[in-house]
């Protein structure tokens, strides 16, 4: 099940941004609480629940047309869940008006193959990461 998450979730979403094996943060206080709840707010972090237990989010930015995050319990990953939380953050930026999307993911990851396989272009490199770019109508 879909949801917007709450500032009650916030632990929660914490602990998953963390527990990834991947695109690792260089230090966990890099996403802070104010940034997570202006996204909670704005348009929302979405997430996927299973037993009451979040087993992953995602997050759109509607300033930019960015996707801002997009994150799986480890333990949960490869069930088709994180492809469901990327379509409803792509349809946050198309109902913001975006018609081309972007993010930024580490090279040589799971994720840069997910983006690949979702049909989204690669644009470059920026700060040492793979810049993909995708037309709203494609993905959506």
Request: charged share 25%.
């Amino acid at each position: 099940m879909i949801r917007r998450a709450t500032e009650d979730d916030i632990p929660r979403i914490n602990q998953i941004r963390n527990s990834v094996t991947e695109n690792r943060l260089s230090s966990p206080s890099l996403v802070t609480p104010t940034q997570l709840r202006w996204f909670i707010d704005n348009p929302g972090i979405y997430l996927w629940l299973e037993a009451g237990t979040i087993l992953g989010f995602s997050a759109a930015d509607p300033r930019d047309g960015s996707i801002w995050a997009l994150f799986m319990d480890p333990a949960h990953q490869g069930r088709g869940i994180a492809r469901t939380l990327f379509a409803r953050a792509c349809l946050v930026l198309k109902e913001t008006g975006h018609k081309r999307i972007w993010l930024m993911t580490q090279p040589g990851t799971r994720a840069e193959r997910f983006y690949l396989a979702a049909g989204w272009e690669r644009a470059g490199m920026k700060n040492g990461q793979v810049l993909f770019e995708a037309d709203i109508g494609r993905v959506t």
